[in-house]
């Protein structure tokens, strides 16, 4: 059962280089969503995905691209890596009704040098 | 704008003693509410929720309080224990399908 699986766990990055962050979930779950969490400021929204096909921004989409690939996938890009994008990010996805909650996967180390 | 607070960074209690975590809010759009743990190098899980139809919901040792009028929420764990000790966020929501905000999180130390 592995619920939100995250690729790459660690990264590294020299300012100016691109990557992107997968993630895919395997409980058919329509919302998805990408946070970083950074020391003193808890978890903040990047991009999400309400349903297949539509994404919108969150607290923090600049400098960030995201593709919902398809219901299972949703990856996050940074184009031209900065120092101030070192983080830890978290895709998650979301149960609509019921609790609601969000299911987190284990989370993405990126320093940008 | 911080729409989430959690305005305590950190607490410590001793075991078997009651933690209080506190959670304030200031979008009154909001009405679901969620509380997550979470470990170093682990995703965040999911520990309890409330809706705002109710002013309490209780798991095992885990109680959440919400009061609508101060926009306010808390969780109690009772009795805590060493296993506790974690990060802990608070999160809200307009509805079950919308985005969730999360506060900054209070870091819990259960001391023996």
């Known amino acids: 059962n592995a619920g939100v699986t995250q690729t790459p766990k660690f990264q590294v990055l020299k300012t100016g280089q691109s990557m992107t962050l997968q993630c895919a979930q395997d409980?058919?779950?329509?919302?998805m969503y990408w946070y970083r969490q950074d020391p003193g400021m808890g978890l903040r929204l990047i991009y999400y995905?309400?349903?297949?096909?539509?994404?919108d921004k969150g607290e923090v989409p600049n400098g960030y691209n995201v593709s919902r690939l398809n219901k299972r996938e949703f990856s996050l890009r940074l184009e031209s890596a900065a120092p101030s994008q070192t983080s830890v990010y978290f895709c998650a996805s979301r149960r609509t009704g019921g609790t609601g909650e969000l299911f987190f996967g284990e989370g993405s180390r990126l320093t940008v040098l | 704008d911080q729409q989430v607070k959690q305005n305590s960074p950190s607490l410590s209690v001793q075991e078997g003693r009651i933690s209080i975590l506190n959670c304030d809010y200031t979008n009154s759009m909001f009405d679901y509410f969620l509380w997550y743990k979470k470990y170093p190098a682990e995703g965040p899980t999911f520990l309890i929720s409330?809706?705002?139809?109710?002013d309490k919901n209780e798991d095992g040792r885990f109680t959440v309080f919400l009061n609508k009028s101060a926009k306010h929420l808390s969780l109690h764990i009772v009795p805590s224990q060493p296993g506790d000790s974690a990060v802990y966020f608070c999160?809200?929501?307009?509805?079950?399908?919308?985005?969730?905000?999360f506060g900054t999180g209070t870091r819990l130390q259960v001391t023996l």
């Open positions: 999160a809200a929501s307009a509805g079950t399908a919308s985005k969730l905000t």
């Open positions: 409330i809706s705002s139809i109710k």
């Open positions: 995905s309400a349903s297949e096909g539509t994404t």
């Open positions: 409980m058919n779950h329509n919302s």
